[in-house]
């Protein structure tokens, strides 16, 4: 008798419309002509990709190894590596014309979608207009853009700091809450990523991203409040269409997780740190940890702890904001709370280098009794871009969009998990989702890192590009560009099923 070997997938037509063809990579014919009636079809898109021209492939990576930082390579999240050469919307091509859906957006950054047309325009017609002027001169672009941000955040927080990056933006989030406080000592949550700048690495809670040299002091963690792999969770615990499938035995309106997760950050009041704290930093579901949500009323109750101590409550909304969780605009509108300073970054302008903090007058007033100036923060052309970002999300629905889809996604992937022996849980809102995947439901130990590469590879190879997070890298990232439709939706489904099918199969 034959044994069948793995299912694998094959390209058969890099055009519009073209069709993933799923055979066997060894075996007998017959085997792979059967194998031949297993298709996806991937959906149709109205868009011709410029032909790549370039460097050959062998020299594009012989450079990238000799010429560019050596951090590069280890980023490269394939075996073999994905060579891009245009993108639009939703899609991205590589140099030799394969077309792949992107459900994670160049990490969770092209929030409006690859080279979207109106975003586009802004930045075509600033470029013709006024490249770059610094923020000591009064320019239109900036004073527009920034009247436009605040207006879509609560009082009181209404002063605007704009900046290049994310870590950027929490480096000076920190800075700030220090000088407005007159304390020094910070408190972030375990697997937490808040930059990678020396003062934000203090702040970042994953050895990943540490490195073996004194980082900025007087930063601590506290356990995070995970309700599938933490001490404490069930099954009522998280604002998410899809719950833990832990049991639950907390009594009606009570959470023993949130409670516990509590006691825990005040274990790090009474051991960590003195009786006076400069910030507390949280996302609001985290990203880089693995798309961690928290119990419903964990950070409403940890911002009362933390003002308690004289601390200001910061929001990481690098991830979670303009729209992406789809119930709210800011991720922290679903806590029910009002930090004192928030920062973003990635989505804010669809991919071009910008970030923001925003806060109150009073907060702004004390980091105002030195000189703080970016040179390029405020620029004219980050401005023009990411105004459009923000007229595009209304004038396209794109918040509903991903309430809309992103649930659908969420509850289709919940029958995965009920399918799938090594599908842990599934998380998140809107379009901000992770899947963990386990060796078994039973142990919940992460799946081991070459599994999790198989699975992604197979995954490019049928068309679908997504991302890795978690501690142990063990979660998928499922955080496209938000303009993605129900029938991409249903085409990244049917991929991930297969891809998991076939390592169940070679396991």
Known sequence: MVTPAPLRARRVDRGVGSVIQLHRTSGSLCQETESKNLRVQMPTFNFTPETYQCMSKEKLLKIRKLNCNAMTMKVTNYKKPLFIHHGFMQWLWDVDGSRYLDMYAGIATVSQGH????????????????????????????????????????????????????????????????????????????????????????????????????????????????????????????????????????????????????????????????????????????????????????????????????????????????????????????????????????GIANGFPMGAVVTSEEIAHSFAKGLHFNTFGGNPLACSIASAVLDTIKEERIQENCAVVGTHLLKELAKLRDKYEIIGDVRGKGLHIGVEMVTDKASRDPLPPEAMIHIMEDTKDMGVLVGRGGIYGQTFRIQPPMCITKEDADFFLAVFDQALNNYMERR
């Not at 290049?164 to 910070?186: I, P, Q, Y």
């Not at 003002?307 to 709210?328: N, P």
Request: proline content about 7%; overall charge negative.
């Open 115 to 346: 080279c979207h047309p109106k975003v586009t325009k802004a930045a075509q017609e600033q470029l013709q207009r006024l490249w770059h002027t610094s923020a000591i001169y009064v320019h239109p672009p900036i004073q527009e853009y920034v009247e436009k941000l605040v207006s879509h955040l609560p009082e009181p927080l209404n002063v605007v700091y704009l900046t290049n990056s994310g870590s950027e933006a929490n480096d000076l989030a920190l800075l700030m809450a220090r000088l407005h406080t007159g304390n020094f000592d910070a408190i972030t949550l375990r697997g937490s990523y808040h930059g990678g700048s020396p003062l934000t690495m203090g702040l970042t809670s994953n050895t990943v991203y540490k490195y073996p040299v004194p980082s900025s002091p007087g930063c601590y963690n506290t356990m995070c409040p995970d309700v599938f792999r933490g001490l404490w969770g069930g099954s009522h615990c998280r604002d998410s269409p899809v719950q833990t499938i832990r049991e639950c035995s907390c009594p009606p309106d009570q959470c023993h997780a949130n409670e516990r997760y509590l006691e825990q950050l005040e274990e790090v009041f009474i051991t960590s740190v003195p009786s006076r704290i400069a910030a507390f930093f949280a996302e609001p579901i985290q990203g880089l940890g693995g798309i961690v949500q928290y119990p419903k009323n964990f950070l409403k109750e940890a911002y009362k702890l933390v003002r308690e101590k004289g601390g200001l409550c910061i929001a990481d909304e690098v991830q979670t904001g303009f729209g992406r969780t789809g119930s709210h605009f800011w991720g922290f509108q679903s806590h029910d709370v009002v930090p004192d300073i928030v920062t973003m970054a990635k």
